[in-house]
């Protein structure tokens, strides 16, 4: 498996404009996170799902932050509009449930720059 | 979840132990102690995990005091390429539950 996949790997932008991140989680997962780290406030939760259904939505900052799961190997997170207090590296990681190591797979991150 | 307080940076010399200790005197007794590193720019990366015994694996060695409120991970050997922060996590062992990360320890391993 290619482990988790994230893309853009790195978004510049503008402020204003809508930014979507994607994520592809390890297939046969079934739980999908998404975190935000900052130098400021370190890495943290923005929303979880499992078997594609939001489970906890409390760290998404405001309105302008959604998240989304269509289907089991697919995910985004869409900011609109974007301001730059949202730069940040955005990683989203998947697990499954009852796996043996109970352990959470990270993917590489995409580096967002609102300008 | 628990609290953590773990020391802001350590050095270690390449060979060395290096040992990364842990504070979480309010674990519960169903909350089990959990180790990520992440590299820089990369993700977080799973090291071990475990509820009281001492637990190892290829990557490493987790020591848990008896009454559990404290905690070591030990890098046998440290090499240039475990330079990385450290995050030791305390949570009940269920995938539906977010990783809560702190500052971590940032380990610079050097030659």
């Known amino acids: 498996d290619a482990g988790v996949i994230q893309s853009p790997r790195h978004e510049v932008t503008e402020m204003g404009q809508e930014v979507t991140l994607r994520c592809k989680p390890i297939s046969g997962h079934d739980y999908l996170f998404w975190y935000r780290q900052t130098m400021m406030r370190g890495l943290e939760l923005l929303i979880y799902f499992n078997n594609n259904v939001p489970i906890d939505d409390s760290g998404m900052p405001e309105d302008r932050f959604s998240a989304k799961m269509p289907n089991a190997s697919f995910s985004t997170l869409k900011i609109q509009p974007s301001e730059p207090r949202d730069s940040a590296v955005y990683f989203c990681?998947?697990?499954?449930?009852?796996?043996?190591?109970?352990?959470?797979?990270f993917g590489p991150g995409t580096r967002l720059t609102v300008l | 979840d628990a609290k953590t307080t773990q020391p802001t940076s350590m050095d270690c010399a390449e060979g060395r132990a290096a040992n990364l200790p842990c504070n979480h005197s309010t674990i519960s007794g169903n909350e089990y102690v959990y180790w990520y590193r992440q590299i820089h720019s990369q993700g977080p990366q799973y090291i071990i995990h475990g509820l009281k015994n001492n637990e190892t694996n290829e990557m490493a060695s987790l020591i848990i005091t008896e009454d559990r409120k404290s905690s070591t991970l030990i890098l046998p050997h440290a090499t240039l390429r475990d330079t990385a922060v450290y995050y030791c996590?305390?949570?009940?062992?269920?995938?539906?539950?977010?990783?809560?990360f702190g500052k971590g320890t940032s380990l610079l391993v050097t030659p």
């Open positions: 996590i305390v949570r009940v062992s269920n995938s539906g539950y977010a990783l809560n």
């Open positions: 990681a998947s697990s499954l449930a009852g796996g043996p190591l109970d352990e959470q797979f």
